[in-house]
């Protein structure tokens, strides 16, 4: 804009203690909000080139938010700041008639004149404020100064956006407010110093205060207050900005069968409608098609790598990474990993690249990220770890890019100079892309002798969290999952669902992981979790993004998914319970054990909501079953076995009474008095039709499935005797060896049963230590008059645990748990149920 027009505009300048920003409304009514961390700033009475010649400007380092608003939304964003009180030290009116109604509002005059007095609260945009163009919810929040210490982060934007945040406020922990660890909303401090690019800035060089949040990548807050005791006392505006910026990754699928494919780009919650792979408008096209539209090729630098390269005529038994590195004339490039066979053949056109049946055949993921030349070289450093087969390289003819393909990472890269030890190379803090979302991290092992899976030995260790992995096989083709101790590595086994299209096993060429316990990562590789995968070496791109991995997640299913079962405390007197998801740490939150998202009703509700109930093969055993009135003096054992129209099915062992009514719906589960008064465990486990009767107490429900492909389960002698009782037993017990495999695992489970007996016979001293070789804790309720006395003579030890006990927040007393659980003491990963204890 220039200066002489600033008479037809409305102009307000504000800057407190810590406050600083803008407000310009043009002619039109709709102008900009700027919010800026800078001293000294803007001086209206120079010029444009004036405005950075002032020594306090220059000095420090500072940072700007500019955000384009109507005038209604602009209005709101005053009334918001307002409670901040900001020293308003310039405010001009339009002189032009037609626009004056904007500066004469009730918001503006109030944020100029100070014609409101708050009270020490705080204000916040609710939804949001939408900016003009583009189209960009904007969160403010605004407190009002008080008397006492009142930090904006911890008290208002935590609470209100509901995330921990990390927030910059350069100093030191003596001089920094402490960071807020108590309960789910935490407040950490970012101390600094920080790097901009390649810039470090020192801590007392800074004006900007800016925060993020831990589980959310698309906010950035800026502000002017940070978290000293200084900053606590005075108003604070905080302005969030959702921004999902330009695309500097795409993710694609192409379908097996052809060229068909979806792809997503940043931000968007779904993948786009199905279209050619290699059409005009496709993203694959577009990037690829800067090589081939170009009127000077040789300009650029390429290097190509895979292990099934065009006019191969074999895979090669080598390392399966397949890639395109292609940097640009300004030395900032892609890197584009994928896992496509005979791709991409440079010698042809960009028509030709999905023209081979090999390419075509089988479905294939493609992740495509754009870095300047440093980082490239820096990933190009990672990716030799694994050895890839580089089948095309070009140096460029133009000698000012020529720095890039002779430096040392791609010279070391092409020409396979360096010989790497049976280790591996991770990316630490992760890569940055040369236009957001941000850091990649990527993982790379070289190829060993030995068998070496670069999840469980790397990516969940230096992550920190249990993983999905996507390799499309059975239980038998794919290793076992990895179930010891907190970081767990579970195994996606397919089909999979693309959007509406289903993949078949044997037609997926992609690898993919999501964290189970982090929503944010999508990784993409050629390497699964096979035997042969583990023999070669491989690579691991991480992105951070929060949509691509909803989507990648929302593709498991309980029916591809080989997990961990889950653990289930309903707590005495009501429904109230906490549940135990593989791999976490702590127990949810409290809810209804009914509740629509809990696991038990999900479970369950596989039987009630199916439309052929009589399709299912159950078997439900309790010494209290539903309708009677008193606990028969047998057996405690209660469960339920079900076996679903493929013939698989679970196990779900319980310790309520009453329970389950298969005669009511899932609603009615918890209804009974008898079944909600004392507290109660479930554990549930999924199993193949084999490994259920291999499992196989009074039964008080059995039904054989109607449909006659399935009824071989029923019908299998295993079934037959636990049903009819066709077996007499000795005095004796038996155990499952080295445990029956569940289908979507935490594991091997290992099954102790004894028979009843004449005598006093402790299922726990004579057999679940001896076979375990583990001295065990067992929870038995009582006291010790009541419980039978402890195991203490010799190595293998039987040891009490008598009640009360704690579940997550909620005391459970002695007398109101049906629960018996048991541990043992030297073996953190293994939780056994029962519903026996250790009384006479």
């Known amino acids: 804009m220039s200066r002489n027009c600033t008479d037809a505009m409305e102009m307000i300048f504000w800057a407190k203690v810590v406050s600083k920003g803008v407000i310009i409304a043009e002619e039109q009514n709709k102008g900009f909000w700027l919010v800026h961390t800078a001293k000294y700033f803007p001086n209206l009475a120079g010029a444009v080139g004036d405005l950075f010649t002032n020594e306090k400007t220059t000095k420090e380092a500072a940072a700007f938010l500019c955000m384009s608003y109507t005038d209604v939304n602009l209005r709101a964003v005053a009334k918001i700041i307002d409670y901040e009180q900001p020293i308003v030290f310039f405010a001009q009116r339009s002189a032009t008639p037609a626009t004056q109604a904007f500066y004469d509002s009730s918001e503006i005059q109030t944020l100029v004149n100070g014609l409101h007095k708050y009270q020490p609260t705080a204000s916040a945009s609710g939804d949001g404020v939408t900016t003009l163009t583009p189209a960009v919810t904007v969160k403010i929040f605004a407190s009002a100064p008080v008397a006492y210490s009142s930090d904006i982060y911890s008290n208002y934007v935590v609470k209100i956006l509901r995330k921990s945040f990390q927030v910059y406020t350069p100093g030191t922990t003596t001089t920094v407010l402490r960071r807020s660890c108590v309960g789910t909303l935490k407040v ?273 260790k230096i992550l920190q969290k249990s993983f999905q992995v996507y390799t499309p096989g059975t239980t038998a083709t794919v290793l076992k999952k990895s179930c010891v101790g907190t970081l767990k590595v579970e195994n996606v086994l397919g089909p999979i669902t693309v959007k509406d299209t289903e993949i078949p096993i044997g037609q997926d060429s992609a690898r993919w992981s999501v964290p189970k316990s982090d929503s944010d990562f999508i990784c993409l590789s050629n390497t699964g979790r096979t035997a042969n995968d583990a023999k070669y070496g491989a690579t691991v791109a991480c992105v951070l993004s929060k949509e691509a991995a909803t989507l990648f997640r929302n593709m498991i299913k309980k029916e591809n998914l080989d997990a961990c079962p889950f653990f289930v405390y309903k707590l005495p007197g009501g429904k109230s319970s906490h549940y135990l998801k593989p791999g976490e740490a702590d127990w949810a939150a409290l809810a209804d054990i009914d509740a629509q998202q809990q696991p038990i009703h999900s479970t369950m509700d596989k039987y009630f909501a199916s439309g052929n109930k009589d399709h299912a093969n159950i078997v439900a055993y309790s010494n209290y079953p539903p309708h009677f009135k008193f606990e028969l003096p047998m057996s405690p054992g209660k469960g339920v076995i079900m076996a679903e129209t493929a013939n698989k099915g679970f196990w779900l062992v319980h310790t309520a009474k009453y329970f389950p009514n298969l005669a009511g719906t899932t609603a009615t589960l918890f209804s009974n008095e008898k079944t909600t008064k004392d507290a109660a465990a479930f554990l549930c486990m999924s199993y193949s039709d084999v490994n259920l009767r291999a499992i196989g107490m009074q039964f008080f429900f059995i039904e054989r499935s109607a449909s006659q492909p399935v009824q071989s389960f029923y019908d299998s002698p295993e079934i037959q005797k636990l049903v009819n009782g066709l077996q007499k037993y000795q005095p004796i017990a038996a155990t499952s060896g080295d445990g029956v495999r569940t289908l979507t695992q935490p594991g091997t489970v290992k099954i102790f049963a004894s028979a009843p007996v004449a005598y006093s016979s402790d299922i726990y001293s004579n057999y679940v230590v001896k076979i375990l070789k583990k001295s065990l804790q067992v929870y038995t309720p009582g006291t010790t008059t009541t419980v039978l006395r402890k195991l203490c003579v010799g190595s293998l030890k039987v040891e009490n645990v008598l009640g009360p006990i704690t579940v997550k927040d909620t005391k459970i007393p002695i007398k109101q748990d049906s629960a018996r659980w048991s541990v043992p003491k030297s073996d953190p990963d293994f939780v056994c149920l029962s519903n026996t204890g250790r009384t006479v």
């Open 188 to 460: 950490e401090n970012v101390l600094g110093p920080i790097t901009i690019k390649d810039t470090v800035i020192q801590k007392g060089e800074d004006s900007a205060r800016w925060s993020v949040p831990k589980s959310d990548s698309d906010f950035i807050c800026l502000s002017n207050t940070g978290r000293t005791a200084n900053d606590a006392k005075y108003g604070a505006t905080v302005a969030c900005v959702l921004s999902k910026e330009a695309a500097a990754l795409f993710f694609v699928y192409k379908l097996p069968g052809g060229k068909s494919s979806h792809y997503l780009k940043p931000g968007d919650a779904d993948w786009e409608a199905l279209a050619d792979i290699d059409a005009a408008q496709q993203p694959i096209h577009s990037t690829m098609n800067t090589y081939f539209n170009s009127g000077n090729k040789d300009n650029a630098n390429i290097i190509l790598y895979s292990n099934y390269p065009p006019h191969f005529k074999f895979e090669l038994p080598m390392s399966p990474g397949k890639g395109v590195i292609m940097a640009e004339d300004a030395n900032k490039g892609f890197w584009l990993v994928h896992t496509a066979k005979y791709f991409p053949n440079l010698a042809g056109a960009i028509g030709d690249l999905f023209s081979n049946e090999k390419t075509k055949k089988d479905a294939a993921a493609f992740l495509c990220m754009t870095y300047s030349d440093v980082n490239l070289r820096a990933i190009a450093k990672i990716i030799d770890y694994e050895q890839p087969i580089v089948f095309f390289a070009q140096r460029s003819a133009a000698q000012a890019t020529q720095a890039f393909y002779d430096s040392s990472e791609i010279q070391t890269l092409v020409n396979g100079l360096h010989k790497y030890q049976p280790t591996a190379s991770t990316s630490g803090d992760g890569i940055t892309t040369f236009t957001p979302p941000g850091p990649v991290k990527i993982f790379a092992s070289a190829p060993v002798a030995y068998s070496s899976d670069i999840y469980s030995n790397y990516v969940v």
